[in-house]
Every structure is written in structure tokens, then in C-alpha cells.
């Protein structure tokens, strides 16, 4: 178990150097790469890749056309919100919304490096402009507005511009009658907007109280990790909440808690399945079965 | 409030401590000798109330964290004690125990019925464990949530007190949803039909704070903090060492100064001078004065407005940067 549990915290540093090898995957974001929304390059042939779970060794092209789930174990490699709205919106078409909102240092926040600095840094290297972004388009004929996650921006992790854009996300399916979905993967609050991180908690809730009362479908899928501040908020409080297999979803993370309770910490805790068994989750999804699932949930929505 | 001989001292508190010691050997050598020194008692008791301003005048950051943690500070139960009567205290979530991390009933401030609510931490070794530190458990979040629910039923107004160094981080806390019972709180507090306030009365950490602080008004009293994040874990993050827990404090810009600068909180209640262990009586009567005129005047507003207008509230908390591009005004 332990070997399969990565320090994320680490990743809320935004530092590139803490990232975990399985998601080296999607480096391939690159500025540059990426000309446009449809348009992207295949990964590189002759890239190997060995699965963190099972040892399989395959060759990039091949988990690609698996969905980033390996073909001997079914573990299901993290991938970002470009992968994702390929996976679900009909002939990957779709609209990017709010991508003029930046993350600004208000705080002239500094710990190693200045939060401005570490920003700039990530902007340079990646056409993401933070750590969730917002598209609408169609699944199977559904249309749907979809908030993803990328884990590569700071560890996914929850400031400001998540929380503005979730919320304009909300008032855009409020406009348009439409339903939300949003893929969360993220190790928490981003530290460096401190308190103004946690409000987003409160922001983001408010928002979904305007959507419950528009009657719309608002739809959580977590997938590995999920922890902190998208736990204790949005990512909770769907009306369906559903997970990715093996994802690693929770409040506190596990080596805060095994420093709490200094015990190990039982196989499979924190799991999506540990999480059905417990009552949290609706079900549970493979990804090849993530766009036929959520085409059903839909037409119950709305039929 | 402990007695001199009891209290407790923080190393920035050193000065009030040798002062204090030198009044106690005046009164001892005064009375033993026999001969009046109340002048030089009197004097030296006026430079402790000043030294004791002085010192929370000049905190740093991580001072002000320290001083929230005082093991002297008067928590939950003692603002309820000192600010209220007929205080009947009710127990439980209806579903798995009661968490005695957080307390809560219905209770009289000047006549007027209340539902006051908030973490609690213990006063020595073995209440401390009893009440978990202050970190509450999912059930304790359930409690306070089933208690907000009452109060709104019976239309009466909400006082939440925060003082928690985060929601307890154990195995249990997962496997009963710790994350799910915060997130279920924090989306019910902001649709709540009455008046709701929320203190921070000593630590404000992170989503285990803001599970019950959540409302119309958000108040710190002058010594506490209130982030994301405690300054500790801060540092063993951010800086991978838990050394740089005085420079993360500072960083977070954490104090009720600083909230109420970036428009985060509605105002600093202001604690007796030297911090609220000074004076419990002095410290409760200043939150009540500060909540009284605000319980009234929250009352005059409609709860679909008082909503709405907490929806906005946090709605509006943020910072970013926006291009004006051509091809986003979808909204
Ligand atoms: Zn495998």
C-alpha cells in the first residue's frame, strides 16, 4: 500500500521536481504543442511506460488508445482536463470558457520562490492558464458544462481562479439550462492566496445552492487525488457523487494521518471503494465507461 | 480566570510574569513588615496593565498564534458562561455519538434566545483529550448542523465560535466522511433562513474553521488567526521544514488586522489588554456588546435577502486578473 501512496502535498508546492513519475504523461501539455483546442499532437512513439501499480511495461501509443488505463491492471493513469474533454465531448468539440482569468500574487506570497515567480514559471511551460479549466460542448448529443482539473498547475490546487471560474461556470449553466459536471483531482487549497483560498469553499457552495435551486444536475466525479478543501466543498456535494477506480480521495491526507495516529494505515483506505463501502460515493466508474455512464445519468436528468 | 499564581506564561509574556512577581513580593514583604507599600503596589500594577497592552500592541505574527493558543484563553463554554443565561446545552448528531470537540444549545443573550455554537477545547490534561484538542470529528459537524437546523426552524439567531486547530485528522474522521460533513455544513450555513455570526475566539484553521463559519457576519476578537492552513503544516509544506513556521505566519497574513484589511471578516472585536486570559468577564462583554445591535440588525432583513446577500458575500472573495479577450462574452 505505501508504495502506491505519493506525498501530493508535494505538489501543492508547484514545484515540477516533487511530481510523481506517473504524471509525467501529460508533460506533453506543452506550450507550443498545443496550437489549439482540437488540435493536438500524438504522443511520441517509442516512450515507454511502466505502470506504477503492476510493473506492465507498454508503449505510450498503446496506453493512449487505452485511455491511460493500463491494459494488465486497469490502473488508470492521471490525465488532464485535455484528455478528459477528448474522452467525453462528441468529435472533441468544444468551447473553452473564462480563460481570460488569471491567478494574480495579491499576497506577494513568498516561501521558496514568490508565488508570482512560480506562476510565471508554470505559464511558461504550459498553455494552462490555472489549475481548472472550463469547456461546454455535448455527450452523445447532451449538452454539458465541464469544470476539469489539471493536476500539472500547482497540484490542482484551489484558489481564486477555480473558484471564480466554477462559479461562472454555475451561472452558465444557470443561463443556458444546463448541466455541470466537474472532474476534480487536485491536493487542496493553493497555500499562497491563504485565507482567500479557503473562502473559495464557501464562494463555490453558494454557487451550487443557485444551481440546486435552478434544478439543474450537478454531477462531482473525483478522480486520484482528491483531497483538502475540494473534499470538504464542491467535490462532495454533488447530486451524484461518483469516482474513478483506485482513486485516492479524502479529507486529510494520508501521511497527515498517519502522523496523527502513528499506525499505518489499512489497505485500500481512502479508495473510491473504501469510500462507496462507507456511503459517500454513488458509484464507481471505469474510465472506458466514464462517457456511456454519465450519457445514461443525463437522460435520467433530463428526461 | 486563574488566579496569578496559576497562570501560565508565554516567553513574549516574561515581562508581565516578573512584574506580577514583583507586586506578590511587595504584598508579602508589605504584610510581613507591616508597613504600607499600596502606592508602590498601585503603581506597578498600572505599568502591568500598560506592559500587557504593550506587548500585544507590538505581536508578530506568529506571536498572535501563539497567544491564540494560550492555555489560559477563555474558550466556548466560558464566552457562554459569562455572556449568557439559562444556557440549556444539547448533546449529540442523532447518528453516531456526541463529539464533545463541539458544543453547543440554546441560551439567553440579555433575553434574547439564541443557538450559540462552537468548538471546545479543554482546560488541563484530561479534558484536553475529552474534547480532542478542539478538532472536531464528522459527528461534531452533524451536531452543529443539527443544531443550526433547530435554530432555524424556531427562527432563532445563529453565534457560531471558532476556535479549532483543524478538523481532527484521523481514521475514523475518513471513514464517517469528514470531508463530506465540513462540505455539507459549509453549503447549508450559507442557505440558513436566520441571522447567522460566526467569531473566531481563538484558531481559525483551515475547512475544520469554516465548517461552522459560514454567515451573515464574520468576526475576529483581536488575538486569533484564521487561514487556510496553520502555520506549521505551512511550513512543512511549503518549506519542507517545520522551522519556518514564524515566516509562514507571516506570509499568510493571518491575523484579524490583516483579515478585515483584505475585506475577508466584517470587524476585530477588541480583547482586555494583554489578550482575553487577562479578563474573561472584560472579554465576554465585549463580544456581546459587539453582537447585539448586529443580531438586531440582521433581523430587520428578509432571510431570502440575507441569503442572497451571503451568497454575494462570498461570492465576492477572490483576486485574479482579467484579460478583456474577444472571444469570451459568453457570460
Ligand atoms: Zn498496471
Redesign the interface.
Known sequence: MSKQVEDFDANLTGEEGQESPRSGWFKRIKKGILTGTHEKKEVPEGLWSKCPECGFICSSTELKENLFVCTKCSYHHRIGSEEYYQLLFDDNQFTLLFENIHSKDFLQFTDLKSYEKRLEDIWAKTDLKDSMRVAVGSINEQSVVIACMDFEFIGGSLGSVMGEKFSRAVDYCILNKLPYLVISKSGGARMMESAFSLMQLAKTSGKLSQLSDAKLPYISLLTNPTFGGISASFGMLGDLNIAEPGALIGFAGPRVIKETIKKDLPEGFQRSEFLLEHGFLDFIVSRKELKKKLTSVLRHFSN | MPVNSKRQFLEFEKPIKDLIDTIEKYKYDSEKAKIDMSESIQRLEEELVEKRKEITQQLSSWQTVQLSRHPDRPYTLKYIEKMTTDFVELFGDRNVKDDKAMVGGFASIDGETVMIIGQQKGINTKTRQLRNFGMANPEGYRKALRLMKLAEKFNKPIITLIDTPG?????E????????A???N??EM??LKVPVICVVIGEGA??GA??I??GDRIFMMENTW????SPE??SS????SWDKKEI?AD????TANK?LG?G?IDGVIPEPSGGAHWNYDEAALNLKNYLKPIISELKTIASEERISQ??EK??K?????????A??K??
Open positions: 478538523a481532527y485528522p484521523g481514521l474522521a475518513e471513514e464517517r466522511g469528514q470531508g463530506e465540513i462540505a455539507r459549509i453549503y450559507i442557505r483551515s475547512g469554516l465548517g463559519g459560514v484564521y487561514t487556510v492552513i503544516s505551512c509544506i511549503l518549506w519542507r509562514a506570509q499568510l497574513q493571518l483579515m483584505f475577508l451571503r451568497i462570498f461570492g472573495m477572490g483576486f485574479w486578473s482579467e484579460e478583456m479577450s472571444n469570451e459568453n457570460k
